[in-house]
């Protein structure tokens, strides 16, 4: 069975890093990007980033592009997403997801919940 | 910047069909989602040569349709567990994807 954990979260104070991790059970042999997608209070979903499967390409949201980054340790089957200069507005749940084919986000962790503070 | 509208609400008894929109000015491939608060959300349908599949274990009572730049999402025969809310997303382009604004299904 396919699972996804999200960690890494928590509280930052406002202007500083933090990296999420995503790691993978049961995915493997299949050739699957990943997507991390926020959730912050009271709003609906917001896609942040991708990577694919091979690390060859990784795309990002504008709000995001230049502060945030993706990478992938392959050995651990697990995705990082390595966020700087954070601000209010990157107060979410963050979820990762993977994508086995048609644009489609296949399966989903449970989320990491980071809050940035002031 | 691209964005998918979709209306904030929706709602049916149990037994009825409820349909929901999601329009934007720019709509490529589309695939909806389910999502409980605080749970991790569920793909309901992925489009495939512009028809819309049901993945393995997914009520086939979830089905959708897409017109020019307008996808919806029909539920028929509406569950008390069907209660949730509802997201479509679009690739825009091959990097970048969008979330719709999200509806809140509430079984009456």
């Known amino acids: 069975q396919v699972q996804l954990v999200e960690s890494g979260g928590g509280v930052v104070q406002r202007g500083g890093s933090l990296r999420i991790s995503c790691a993978a059970s049961?995915?493997?042999?299949?050739?699957?990007?990943t997507h991390w997608v926020r959730q912050a209070p009271g709003k609906g979903l917001e896609w942040v980033a991708f990577?694919?499967?091979?690390?060859?390409?990784?795309y990002y949201e504008d709000s995001v592009r230049g502060r945030f980054t993706m990478s992938r340790d392959s050995s651990k089957d697990t995705v990082y997403l390595e966020m700087n200069s954070l601000g209010a507005a990157d107060t979410a749940v963050y979820f990762c997801?993977?994508?086995?084919?048609?644009?489609?986000?296949?399966?989903w962790g449970q989320g990491t919940q980071v809050t940035v503070s002031s | 910047q691209s964005t998918l509208a979709q209306p904030p609400s929706a709602s049916g008894s149990p037994g009825q069909s409820v349909t929901i929109s999601c329009t934007g000015t720019?709509?490529?491939?589309v695939s909806w989602y389910q999502h409980h608060p605080g749970k991790a959300p569920k793909l309901i349908l992925y489009?495939?040569?512009?028809?819309?599949k049901i993945p393995s274990g997914v009520p086939e009572r979830f089905s959708g349709s897409k017109s020019g730049n307008t996808a919806s999402l029909t539920i028929s025969g509406l569950q008390t567990e069907d209660e949730a809310d509802y997201y479509c997303?679009?690739?825009?382009?091959?990097?970048?994807?969008?979330f719709g604004t999200g509806t809140k299904i509430t079984v009456l």
């Open positions: 997801a993977k994508d086995v084919g048609y644009y489609a986000l296949w399966v």
């Open positions: 049961g995915i493997t042999g299949r050739i699957a990007g």
């Open positions: 990577l694919r499967y091979d690390g060859s390409d990784k």
């Open positions: 720019k709509i490529d491939i």
């Open positions: 489009e495939l040569s512009q028809v819309f």
């Open positions: 997303t679009s690739n825009i382009g091959r990097d970048r994807w969008v």
